[in-house]
């Protein structure tokens, strides 16, 4: 596609439920991100891919949360038992190559009550 | 963790403007440095990426500049517009593999 795309775009859960948040990067992108921000904060660092392995995920709050891109394309970000202090917008980017330009979708806005 | 601060938190100017919005960093040892924008409830725009071996990168009426040695970088918005006024957003990438970003400066500029 012509840029990142992830879905829903908005996501309501109750406390306690789980959800998961879908990132389509943009075609032939290796590298795969996902970022959280609160309101009036910059981006925080979650976790990243390399193709289909999980390289880094020293950014995931606790281990409710779980992202996977079996397939080195599309990647999910999961999150366990929701709790309050887990709305927020997840943004996911990709970029080729790992220094280069980073692309970013327009985000899930995650509200849990 | 790398800290990075972007000054002012917020800003007002009149069209027509040249303004200079600002972002520092703590460690100087980066690979590069990136300026997004962000307008309300979207994702982020890349606008510019400064290589740790460049010291400047131009695009339209954006200049941004980098100074590894002080830690610091400035987006300077040429003739700012209406259609200017977003957040922007500093970046900084070491070694790892995560964007280190600022909080933002949020820009408003009135007709």
């Known amino acids: 596609g012509a840029g990142v795309s992830q879905s829903p775009r908005y996501k309501v859960a109750k406390r306690g439920q789980d959800v998961a948040l879908r990132c389509d990067p943009i075609?032939?992108?290796?590298?795969l991100f996902w970022y959280q921000q609160a309101l009036g904060q910059g981006p925080e660092f979650l976790t990243y891919?390399?193709?289909?392995?999980?390289?880094?995920k020293s950014g995931l709050p606790s281990d409710r949360f779980f992202a996977e891109r079996p397939e080195g394309s599309v990647s999910t970000l999961k999150i366990q038992r929701t709790q309050q202090e887990d709305s927020a917008v997840y943004l996911c980017a990709s970029s080729y190559p790992l220094a280069g330009e980073l692309f970013f979708g327009e985000g899930s806005r995650l509200t849990v009550l | 963790k790398q800290e990075v601060t972007q000054i002012p938190a917020a800003l007002s100017v009149p069209e027509g403007e040249n303004l200079v919005l600002n972002c520092s960093f703590t460690d100087s040892a980066i690979y590069n440095l990136q300026w997004f924008r962000q307008d309300p409830g979207k994702g982020l725009t890349s606008l510019l990426l400064?290589?740790?071996?460049?010291r400047e990168q131009t695009s339209g009426r954006l200049n941004a500049s980098l100074d590894k040695s002080s830690g610091r970088s400035t987006l300077y918005i040429a003739a700012s517009q209406p259609g200017d006024s977003a957040t922007y957003l500093c970046?900084?990438?070491?070694?790892?593999?995560?964007?280190?970003f600022g909080k933002g400066t949020s820009l408003l500029v009135t007709p």
């Open positions: 075609s032939g992108h290796v590298s």
């Open positions: 970046a900084v990438k070491h070694s790892g593999y995560a964007l280190n």
């Open positions: 891919f390399q193709n289909e392995a999980q390289l880094d």
């Open positions: 400064i290589q740790s071996s460049q």
